[in-house]
């Protein structure tokens, strides 16, 4: 009887053990958190209804909201930013995935040198940014730029890139389209998971090879597209290194490609108004926020899962 | 019997003349990609040894005459500081974060993997929920905090953040760590090895490829860090190697050549860490990628 008693005794501590161990352990990720991700989160929040330059403090309340939305672009270039970086975004994510996943499909065939191409695709993604940036700078320089030359060899005039607030923001999505081989990894990853059989069935059904890419391709490959899509989403509205080292921090021609996070930077540590880039970084948290639910609302519309496909299938 | 083998045997030929030609195609389009992608590279390595006339040539030179390797000369002693104070530095800080990485987010993903405590499951959503979050958020109150513990032009603001875990590689580790199969936990666990035992033991020898691909992305993305460096270091003795290349930029704009010569050796290590350890790269996007 009391033995059995000490081992119900010894089993909990034993338990017990285990969980302070745990809790020892995360414990780093715990503080973390706290320090670096939901105090700083809140205190910006907080900043957010001060003046502050780190040295003298006001509380203006919604001051700087109303500021920012405010349609005066002499007083805010918040609509501005944010329809530069719209105009980026929308350019860049239908390309970027498109190339990616074009590639992809190329790639899951079995043709020699598979992995040398994968290999060089990908080589964008490991460059230093700004080093990538200082190359494209050269390429679209409109006097003695390659790109331009290039232009010339079909007979198209070139442009003056990023000295002409019509193709700057261009530059920038065809940089993006050069990069695009992150997201042909993760769909080849992801081509490669679609069981052969179906394709199999589908090719003794006669099934040519569009309608296979419509019926079975797609469809098994809505979850990743929509994991791309969303995180896409987020990286792009962040653009920063790109356009500060080829603008020279300056967003222009007349802020032509002055983005969101730059007109943020600028804000925060050009200026020192740390009060207003608070409200600016609040309203890209709220802004990023919203577009990930609307694509997570919309996925029942288009991401299909396997026991869905299954249940078809049957 | 034999009249069906041989057109049996017709039809495969067949197929596999559509299926060459068709492969035919495909390297035509994927070697034209391929170009594309490497063009900007081999540009940057030309343009490095141009002479200033040959950089602004129209028609542009490909293979410039004379080598001018004496742009790697100038490059590298145009900046008022030692050029390799910048190397030091963009290792520094790409060392120190490896570390940092390696150390907090191997025991976090082992407490998440493999032990059981009240709040796990909550606390993991809380973790994967930070994955996403935009660093601006959290920007200017981690500025003024550090700035107030006088870590301004220091690199701590950059490295201590890192030892204290992050949400993608723990939860990159976790999935590795859940598919060391259990029965190894229990016969270490009856060779009398306690719970840090067997992370000691068992998982972390077993999960190297894993902490490997931690290893890598970091350094790489240390490397080519340029927002973090950028606010937080402004004496030219603190720079990290991007940071270099930015001043150079903002200030002998016209050197073309001086800063294809610093871009490319920025480029170099990971890129020389890219060849050596792809296929451990690759693996660790897909994990993360796909699973996420």
Known sequence: MSSNRL?????????????????????????????????????????SFFETNMFSWKYVGLDNYTRLFSLDTTRSLFWKSLYNT????????????????????????????????????????IIPGIAASMVWLYLFQPEFGIINWLLGLVGIEGVRWLFDTRTAKLVFVIMSVWGAGGNMLIFLAGLQGIPTELYEAARID??????QLRHITLPMMSPTIFFVLITNIILSFQIFTNVYVMTSGAGGPANSTMMYVLHLYLVAFRQYRLGYASALAWVLFVILLLFTLLVFKSSSLWVYYETEVGGERS | MSSTTASMHNLSTSQNQVRRRQHLVTHVVL????????????????TSLKSPEQVKQFPPIWIPDP????????????????????????????????????????????????????????????????????QQVTMIPLFILFSKLGWINSYKPLIVPQFFANAFYVFMLRQFFTTIPRDLDDAARIDGCGILGIFWRIILPLAMPAVGIVAIFEFTGSWNWFLGPLIYLSKMETFPLALALSYLNATYRV????????????????????????KAYIQGIVVTGVKG
């Open chain 1, 7 to 47: 081992q119900f005794g010894n089993r909990f501590t034993v338990r017990q053990r285990e969980e302070l161990v745990a809790y020892l352990l995360i414990s780093p990720w715990i503080l973390g958190f706290v320090a670096f991700i939901l105090g700083p989160m809140l205190a910006s929040l907080g900043l």
């Open chain 2, 67 to 134: 080598l001018v390797w004496e742009n790697y000369i100038n490059a590298v002693t145009i900046f008022p500081v030692p050029f390799l104070l910048f190397v030091w530095n963009s290792f520094f800080l790409s060392f120190g974060n490896v570390i940092g990485s390696i150390v907090s987010n191997t025991i976090v993903a082992y407490a998440f993997a493999r032990l059981r405590f009240r709040g796990s499951k909550i606390l993991f959503l809380l973790v994967l929920s930070t994955m996403m979050l935009p």
């Open chain 2, 31 to 46: 070697l034209l990609g391929a170009a594309v992608i490497l063009f900007p590279i081999a540009w940057m390595i030309s």
């Open chain 1, 206 to 211: 006669g099934a040519v090879a569009w309608r």
């Open chain 2, 255 to 278: 050197l073309w050549s001086e800063m294809m010569v610093v871009s490319f050796i920025a480029m170099l290590p990971p890129l020389l860490l890219f060849f050596i350890a792809q």
């Open chain 1, 86 to 125: 719209a105009y980026y975004v929308v350019f860049s994510i239908p390309l970027t995935i498109g190339a990616g996943f074009f590639i992809a499909l190329l790639l899951n065939q079995e043709i020699r040198g598979r992995s040398a191409y994968r290999v060089i695709y990908y080589l964008p993604s």
